[in-house]
């Protein structure tokens, strides 16, 4: 006979135990020889050791797999506790980037998405340009948090220029954090989608996953990371040279823009279009080019894209 502690690390109990301990006590039903006690991130097991040894490693890959679909139901733990099988979703299908946390599969939906992850592979500097609703933020996040998850890189760093981050952004409330937070939300929002909120926290706590405007990016090499830019065509030349000159050993940069909205004063102080002229003959970098039939979003968003590039088409014209 003989004690084991198990320590929960990277889930939050309750998904393991259930609500009023239903699962955890479908656990200790598929191990009715072992005496199970748990209190809050530790599982004390009681008995013979290669029992004990077995539930240790049959609760490896329930964890594995809540970590993997972020969804753990009764089928699971007896399918993964009972027979020792973690396949009950297909882990086989390379489309598949990570499951969010609803358990719906992230994966392309497109030809260009699909050129995308091809590139990544291949790249370390990456150009995704086009409209609105083509997913080419969300995207680059699954690619940056898969990379994370599959140890591949120790941090993702995110980024946007914070576009008036000048007089306007010192009469908005709070400290520096919270005046720069609605610039960076849509990156919160993907994340969130993805990651677990306990997940999440880790990670942002012990600087795994780094959040900030493009100013602060200066000064700073960046290794070891998938690091996007997004919202670029509101970086001007000077401010995309900066950040691409961040890039150290062992990282993958990921620059996400669109044309069409660029929030500058002076639109002609966007450096995205010269930036990508620019390089676009260096090996190592990629372009990728979205347009209306790539996005995702709502059916009514490719129709009002249309309309305002046919409008812009008559204007210059004119």
């Known amino acids: 006979m003989i004690e084991k502690i198990i320590y929960l690390d990277g889930i939050d109990p309750i998904n393991l135990y259930g609500i009023n ?3 955890l006590e479908k656990i200790k039903a598929i191990f009715p020889k072992l005496k199970i006690i748990a209190r809050g991130h530790e599982i004390k097991v009681m008995g013979e050791a290669d029992a004990v040894k077995e539930f240790e490693e049959r609760i490896e890959l329930l964890i594995n797999h809540f970590n993997r679909y972020h969804n753990l139901n009764e089928e699971n733990i007896s399918d ?5 099988n973690s396949s009950s979703l297909d882990e086989n299908d390379d489309s598949v980037l990570l499951y969010g946390i609803t358990g719906k599969a992230v994966k392309a939906r497109t030809k260009h998405q699909q050129e995308m992850i091809k590139d990544f592979r291949k ?6 340009v086009g409209p609105a609703g083509t997913g080419k933020t969300y995207l680059a996040i699954a690619l940056a948090v898969r990379a994370l998850k599959n140890k591949e890189v120790k941090r993702i760093i995110l980024s946007r220029p914070a576009v008036e981050a000048g007089e306007r952004l010192g009469f908005l409330p709070g400290d520096m954090k919270e005046k720069l937070d609605p610039y960076l939300q849509a990156l919160y929002d993907a994340l969130n989608d993805m990651l677990p909120f306990k997940k999440l926290e880790e990670y942002t706590q012990k600087g795994m996953i780094q959040i900030a405007p493009l100013a602060f990016m200066r000064g700073r090499t960046l290794e070891d990371a998938v690091v996007i830019l997004d919202e670029a065509q509101n970086a001007s030349l000077n401010q995309l040279k900066m950040f691409l000159t961040r890039m150290g050993e062992h990282s993958k940069f990921i620059v996400t823009g669109d044309i069409t909205q660029i929030d500058l004063p002076n639109k002609k102080d966007s450096g995205l279009v010269i930036t990508q002229k620019m390089l676009k003959n ?4 990629a372009m ?5 039939d790539d996005i995702v979003r709502h059916k009514l968003v490719r129709q009002i894209v249309n309309a305002y590039e046919n409008y812009t088409e008559k204007k210059l014209k004119e």
Request: glycine share 14%; aromatic share 8%.
């Open 80 to 84: 993964i506790l009972g027979n020792g």
């Open 282 to 285: 260096i090996k190592g970098i």
């Open 123 to 128: 790249n370390d500097l990456l150009f995704a």
């Open 21 to 23: 301990n239903l699962k």
């Open 288 to 292: 990728i080019d979205f347009d209306a």
